[in-house]
């Protein structure tokens, strides 16, 4: 039969807007059935960030995991740090490194460094916030036996919207056109609404899109598509 499936999140809030001081987020998602079917899924997410004046320091992380029967179907992480420098009240310039895999898309590890500009369009806390990156990327990614340097484009947006003090959605897009080969391009994409339960507790449901128009040889599939379903902790 099928046993449960559980979710438990910590989290305090941490976007874009972040205000002087630490702030952290955290996720971890658990489902398992047996009986008729056996599958197993484990999934994390980590965001920190540390606000002092003009400057912004973050690091994420993610994790996946998924089994059926005993074989494994899907394995990828990544971790990320990035630096933010205040320029203006609504502009800041920004250096990242990511660093990430997934095998069943032929990648042993992906390197990523970032360079370019945050501008935030609309800032009204509890209400509605928008902001868009746009800079540089270069990527080095390393197959089983092989590699491949590549440059990037990136503009990446995201919006949140508050209908009322306990429900809210989140929006984000992420586009890599590749400088070199125009079909080789990337995007990323995710969406999630959040519902309070009180004042500490709230549940979100969210999907992540990521495609990739050229994957690696042998690759299973150009794209990965995550929906979740979570219970969140806010303190």
Do not use: C, H
């Not at 079917?37 to 003009?54: D, F, M, P, R």
């Amino acid at each position: 039969m099928k046993l449960f499936v559980l979710m438990a999140v910590f989290a305090m809030s941490t976007d874009a807007f972040a205000v002087e001081g630490l702030k952290n987020e955290s996720e971890v998602g658990v489902v398992l059935t047996s009986g008729n079917n056996e599958v197993s899924t484990i999934s994390g997410k980590q965001a920190s960030t540390y606000v002092s004046g003009l400057d912004t320091y973050s690091f994420t992380g993610r994790y996946l995991t998924s089994s059926n029967a005993g074989v494994q179907q899907a394995l990828q992480w990544g971790l990320g740090l990035k630096y933010d420098r205040g320029l203006a009240d609504d502009f800041s310039v920004f250096l990242g490194q990511i660093v990430e895999s997934n095998i069943f898309q032929n990648i042993n590890q992906r390197y990523a460094t970032d360079l370019g500009g945050k501008v935030i369009f609309y800032n009204a806390e509890k209400e509605f916030t928008w902001f868009a990156e746009g800079g540089y990327r270069f990527t080095r990614e390393n197959y089983p036996s092989d590699f491949k340097n590549l440059n990037f484009l990136r503009v990446y947006t995201a919006a949140e919207r508050f209908w009322n003090q306990n429900f809210s959605g989140k929006l984000g897009v992420e586009y890599l056109p590749n400088l070199t080969l125009w079909k080789a391009y990337q995007l990323n994409a995710g969406a999630s609404i959040n519902a309070a339960v009180n004042s500490v507790f709230s549940v979100k449901t969210g999907f992540d899109f990521r495609y990739n128009n050229e994957p690696p040889a042998g690759a299973r599939s150009n794209s990965d598509r995550i929906f979740t379903t979570a219970l969140v902790a806010k303190f």
